[in-house]
């Protein structure tokens, strides 16, 4: 089981609260940062991989590539993952947010596509229909590319995820360390 942690988007306001939520056992963090200037993601991004995590960054690919991230986590309007393979190191990851099975289905040059929200969310609010565990499984079977689950995942429900096909969970709050 893949475990995907999704940063919070709260590092400009207390860096070291941040970096503590973090959790090192986890296989992916995704540092979603949208505040940050590029300069501060940069250092974050190389002091989180510095941990021995693997760091995806989201949506820069250039800051993921400078900093010798592990990968990249492409927005669903983003550039195709097709492309950044063209400029990527060898090894390089790419999963993409994903929200339809036709969003999943053009993930498939993808790692992994993050296929959301399967539940409420429990950390932000999100105007999109849950898909539920049967849409979930509906979509992760059918799907040629890993489907990782995300959206009001918890620990009493992530074994049902797996169950319907997910490659993994991931959660902004799931994994974070209090």
Known sequence: MIRYQITDGTAHLDE?????????????????????AVRDLCRLVRQVSSRGVRVLVNDRTDVAIACGAAGVHLRGWSVQASLI?????????????????????????????VLAPVFRPLSKADAREPLG???????ARRA???VIALGG???????V????????VAGISLFRRS
């Open 16 to 36: 070291a609260q941040w970096l503590a939520k973090l959790n090192r056992e986890v296989d992916f963090i995704q540092i979603r940062e949208a505040g940050l």
């Open 144 to 146: 040629r590319v890993p």
């Open 133 to 139: 565990i049967a849409g979930f499984e509906r979509i």
């Open 85 to 113: 393979r063209e400029i990527a190191p060898r090894g390089f990851i790419v999963s993409v947010a994903c929200h339809s099975e036709e969003d999943v289905a053009a993930a498939e040059d993808a790692d992994y596509a």
């Open 161 to 168: 995820c797996l169950a319907a096909g997910a490659a993994g």
């Open 153 to 159: 995942i918890t620990q009493e429900n992530a074994a």
